[in-house]
């Protein structure tokens, strides 16, 4: 199976007066199978968003990007800011975290709608006027022009990510990455949205990069998992195998972390500490000063992907050395 999109040594730096640069996404590797759904998890701070920006070029203008990202053999990284940001939003779209403020409060939903149409389709205003309100049924949301017709803050949290899953598959996108898409909602709606996502990936064919701290949402919808920690993928795998028999000890500490994982009646694991706040300029593994199992020489070591058994991949110096 080819893969839609590759992540090679993707870094992200950003410049500091009288200091190193900072580097929060360092050396990132990630290869997406066309019409599967990878998930990225972690702990907040570990640079999953900023490699979603990168991938979409929408970095701060002050960033510093390099390495590797291909769409379908194209290198993005060297693009021409005018077809770089065609592909954004036609062939790669993207479901914001918090669709309340990822809309713009004063233009109703469909006018935002058919400006996607115009844009990436070409439509004149009339067929993109139905092309809208085609997509708002699409992702089940009743009475589309009713909706069209709507501003942002009349519509709930879950129609509204309806609505912006609608917007982001306008153009046919055959990358679609979704950055949170759960938090703002509730369980229930949460699973509506997710399963929706399923349905429509299903029926149109289009890769997902899932970007999310859910382990209960990423085994349910991934067919693969990347763990990150510190800007850096350090585990990777099917994600049955990954959420089964997690191999670095990062991810076994986010699995502790689950409710309903532990044993009744005793408290809930919890990984020591927090995530270095400038990870590139640690010297060795980042997690070493957390790691319950860490050795004298993860300090030194900084060790990269490795592959471990037939279907994992992980960055550990104790998982790999005999």
Same mark, same amino acid.
């Given at each position: 199976?080819?893969? &839609? ?24 590797? *990630? ?18 968003? &900023? ?49 309340? #403020? ?17 844009? /990436? ?7 993109? +006027? ?10 089940? &949301? ?40 759960? $938090?703002?909602? +509730? ?10 996502? &399923? ?12 970007? $999310? /701290? ?30 089964? /028999?997690?191999?670095?000890?990062? $991810?076994?500490?986010? *699995? ?54 037939? #279907? ?11």
């Amino acid at each position: 199976m080819s893969n &839609l999109l590759e992540v090679t040594d993707l870094a992200v730096a950003f410049p500091r007066r009288g200091l190193p640069p900072s580097r929060p996404v360092r050396g990132v590797d *990630l290869a997406v199978p066309s019409g599967q759904v990878l998930g990225i998890v972690g702990e907040s701070g570990c640079g999953k968003t &900023l490699t979603g920006m990168a991938i979409l070029g929408l970095l701060p203008a002050q960033a510093r990007l390099s390495g590797s990202i291909r769409l379908e053999g194209t290198e993005l990284t060297t693009l021409p800011p005018d077809r770089r940001a065609a592909l954004r939003g036609g062939s790669i779209s993207l479901v914001f975290q918090d669709p309340g #403020t990822a809309f713009n409060p004063v233009l109703t939903i469909g006018r935002q709608l058919r400006q996607v149409a115009r844009r /990436h389709l070409g439509l004149d205003r009339r067929s993109a +006027d139905t092309t809208a309100l085609d997509h708002l049924g699409r992702v089940g &949301l009743p009475d589309p022009g009713r909706v069209a017709a709507s501003f942002p803050h009349e519509l709930s949290g879950g129609m509204l990510q309806r609505a912006m899953i609608a917007m982001a598959l306008i153009s046919g996108p055959r990358l679609l990455i979704l950055d949170e898409p759960t $938090t703002a909602l +509730d369980v229930t709606v949460a699973r509506q949205i997710m399963r929706l996502v &399923l349905e429509l990936q299903a029926e149109l064919g289009f890769t997902v990069l899932l970007i $999310t /701290h859910n382990l209960g949402v990423v085994a349910d919808v991934c067919g693969s998992t990347a763990v990150m920690y510190a800007g850096r993928v350090v585990e990777h795998g099917r994600t049955g195998e990954v959420l089964r /028999h997690p191999r670095h000890p990062y $991810t076994r500490g986010l *699995l502790g972390a689950v409710p309903g994982q532990g044993t009744p009646g005793r408290p809930l694991t919890a990984i020591p500490g927090s995530v270095p706040g400038d990870p590139g300029n640690v010297r060795g593994c980042a997690f070493a000063e957390r790691c319950p199992v860490a050795r004298d020489a993860c300090t030194d070591s900084d060790p990269r992907l490795t592959a471990v058994g037939t #279907t994992q991949e992980v960055a550990c110096l104790v998982e790999t050395t005999p």
